[in-house]
């Protein structure tokens, strides 16, 4: 069991930064790995950033250039770093992560990001 919890989220004008985290507890060390979500209203929950512990990273092409996912060295902490927000980042952020040896994944319940336009 991984249970997830993101802070980070608020307001921010367009132009401006956001760092969200992600703290995992329970069965962290079995984590493989750990990425960013995001839904906004209406709207389907799209993958933000993705991260593994070989080292891969993927993002969207929309956050791509702007977005960076990092993690702390014992991948309790996960990071997403924003910057040059545009409106239509708006969305409910949320934290996910996957284990070895199992199907499941585990989601934290997510931080309002609002870029006012």
């Known amino acids: 069991q991984v249970q997830l919890m993101e802070s980070g989220g608020g307001l921010v004008q367009a132009g401006g930064s956001l760092r969200l985290s992600c703290a995992a507890s329970?069965?962290?060390?079995?984590?493989?790995?750990m990425g960013w979500y995001r839904q906004a209203p209406g709207l389907q929950r799209e993958l933000v950033a993705l991260?593994?512990?070989?080292?891969?990273?993927d993002y969207a092409d929309s956050v791509k250039g702007r977005f960076s996912i990092l993690t702390d060295y014992s991948w309790t902490t996960m990071y997403l770093q924003m910057n040059n927000l545009k409106p239509e980042d708006t969305a409910v952020y949320y934290c996910?992560?996957?284990?070895?040896?199992?199907?499941?994944?585990?989601w934290g319940r997510g931080t309002q990001v609002t870029v006012p336009s």
């Open positions: 991260r593994t512990r070989g080292g891969n990273t």
């Open positions: 996910s992560a996957k284990t070895e040896g199992s199907t499941r994944d585990y």
């Open positions: 329970g069965s962290s060390s079995s984590i493989i790995a």
